[in-house]
T-cell receptor, first 113, second 115 residues
């Protein structure tokens, strides 16, 4: 199994809603990542978890709240988002060793209305 | 921090031609250089990577070269096919103490292969 599975694939939410994005991998990877990607732009790193602990937060607004409940799961909780937060949210994972391949999920296409 | 420049932003070729995408990086501490292909509506997929102790790597129609002195690396695709059409991202990665992998991406190149 070399997949990173993200759900849902598409999400439309209002600015007052609370929703969660989910990411799952069963490759034994202990580093997991959230990226945000706007159209025609490269992915931008948001958060990094290493061994289920948050190791990097790239100054992301608090309306995005990550959670890593176990070594296979990564969540991104969303609350009070703005329309400009609409983007493709990508999850990735890798072995916790220097410079190994990162596997990306297919992403969740988020639209905030 | 690391800065990765990627050129060209758009590359249009005829089927069967070769395509070359070039990237430069700024931080000499970067030691891992992956290339990703992203098709419309999908996540990036690693197609080839190279580490700083290697100058060239090839996998069938795809090759990557690295010049550490000049801090640039390139992707070469030979005998292009329409299914090679996608956005390609280069990246440069610096190791972290936590063992995670933090790539800095280039802006991307939209490759269009005309049948």
């Amino acid at each position: 199994d070399t997949e990173v599975t993200q759900t849902p694939k598409h999400l439309v939410m209002g600015m007052t809603n609370k929703k969660s994005l989910k990411c799952e991998q069963h490759m034994g990877h202990r580093a997991m990542y959230w990226y945000k990607q706007k159209a025609k732009k490269p992915p931008e790193l948001m958060f990094v978890y290493s061994y289920e602990k948050l190791s990097i937060n790239e100054s992301v607004p608090s309306r995005f709240s990550p959670e890593c409940p176990n070594s296979s799961l990564l969540n991104l909780h969303l609350h009070a988002l703005q329309p400009e937060d609409s983007a493709l949210y990508l999850c990735a994972s890798s072995l916790p060793r220097d410079n190994t391949e990162a596997f990306f999920g297919q992403g969740t296409r988020l639209t905030v209305v | 921090g690391e800065n990765v420049e990627q050129h060209p932003s758009t590359l249009s070729v005829q089927e069967g031609d070769s395509a070359v995408i070039k990237c430069t990086y700024s931080d000499s501490a970067s030691n891992y250089f992956p290339w990703y292909k992203q098709e419309l509506g999908k996540g990036p997929q690693l197609i080839i990577d190279i580490r700083s102790n290697v100058g060239e790597k090839k996998d069938q129609r795809i090759a990557v070269t690295l010049n550490k002195t000049a801090k640039h690396f390139s992707l070469h695709i030979t005998e292009t096919q329409p299914e090679d059409s996608a956005v390609y991202f280069c990246a440069a990665s610096i190791s972290t103490s936590g063992g995670s992998y933090i790539p800095t991406f280039g802006r991307g190149t939209s490759l269009i292969v005309h049948p």
